[in-house]
């Protein structure tokens, strides 16, 4: 069975830092790219992120370059977003998703909850 479980989302202050985490399980986790979405309510789905599947490239959101950091340990098929310097504008549910091929995802976690207040 394939399963992204994503993990580590909750409450934060503006400018705090969270790291999520995604395990993968069921696929070859070493040949797709992994990726990071995210869905603000009453707004459609947001690409946040995606490192490739070896891990030697990373691309951004310019709305998240320079204060997120997307990583991938391939020998424990997770990968992670660290997000630091969190604005009010970063809440949504954050989701993993896995792509065989550029821009086709075939896998999608549940997600996990960020929410950015004081």
């Known amino acids: 069975e394939v399963q992204l479980v994503e993990s580590g989302g909750g409450l934060v202050q503006p400018g705090g830092s969270l790291r999520l985490s995604c395990a993968a399980s069921?696929?070859?986790?070493?040949?797709?790219?992994m990726s990071w979405f995210r869905q603000a309510p009453g707004k459609g789905p947001e690409w946040v992120s995606t490192i490739n599947w070896r891990g030697g490239s990373t691309y951004y959101a310019d709305s998240v370059k320079g204060r997120f950091t997307i990583s991938r340990d391939n020998a424990r098929n997770m990968v992670y977003l660290q997000m630091n310097s969190l604005k009010p504008e970063d809440t949504a549910v954050y989701y993993c998703?896995?792509?065989?091929?550029?821009?086709?995802?075939?896998?999608w976690g549940q997600g996990t909850q960020v929410t950015v207040s004081s």
């Open positions: 998703a896995a792509a065989f091929a550029w821009g086709q995802y075939d896998y």
């Open positions: 069921g696929f070859t986790f070493g040949n797709y790219d």
